[in-house]
């Protein structure tokens, strides 16, 4: 049987941390399925179609990955694609923190699930969704952060808006 793991995250924005998640964990899942979190009560920095396809392209070249957006218990979402297991990255105390909370409910939800965590990779490990979105607001080049260009996205939306 193929062995899926849910990466379930908010991706806003996914970064090379990220990435490096999912690379790794490709090493252990016969498919890795990415899944953005549509949680309506909580308002994005970052359109959650734009980061799809974003992500869709960083890894168009893998066909183990594969990318998905929910609105639901991340549990329930994983039993439904099949996937047994999550896939989480910890960077620090403070993740371990939240992810051991969440990790238990999450088999309350769907008792057969295991989520797997991976050390993030010292490099990556100061990189944070949060600070990315602090640094855009006020103008600063995040690309060296990300497995995609974001400046190049917003030259094309350029063009593309002034009709060229
Ligand atoms: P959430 O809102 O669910 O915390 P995030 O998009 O912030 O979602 O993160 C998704 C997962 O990726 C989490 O397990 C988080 O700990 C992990 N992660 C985030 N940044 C890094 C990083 N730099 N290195 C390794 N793991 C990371």
New binding site residues.
């Given amino acids: 049987m193929k062995r899926i793991a849910l990466?379930?995250?908010?991706?806003?924005p996914?970064?090379?941390?990220?990435e490096?998640?999912i690379l790794r964990g490709l090493r252990l899942f016969d498919e890795v399925v990415v899944g953005i979190?549509n949680n309506s009560s909580k308002q994005r920095y970052f359109p959650l179609d734009v980061m799809k396809e974003l992500i869709e392209k960083t890894f168009e070249k893998e066909e183990n990955v594969r990318v998905i957006t929910y609105n639901d218990l991340t549990a329930r979402i994983a039993r439904e694609i099949g996937a047994k297991f999550l896939?989480?990255?910890?960077?620090n105390t403070t993740?371990f923190e939240?992810?051991n909370g969440i990790a238990q409910v999450n088999r309350f939800v769907y008792e057969e699930i295991e989520t797997v965590?991976?050390i993030?990779?010292p490099n990556?490990?100061?990189?944070?969704?949060?600070i990315i979105r602090d640094l855009h607001r006020y103008g600063q080049g995040v690309d060296d952060f990300l497995p995609y260009s974001l400046s190049e996205l917003n030259k094309l939306r350029e063009l593309k808006n002034s009709g060229l």
């Fill in positions: 990466f379930p995250g908010s991706f806003d996914f970064t090379k941390g990220h490096d998640i979190g896939l989480r990255g910890l960077r993740d939240y992810e965590f991976l993030t990779s990556l490990a100061p990189i944070s969704s949060s």
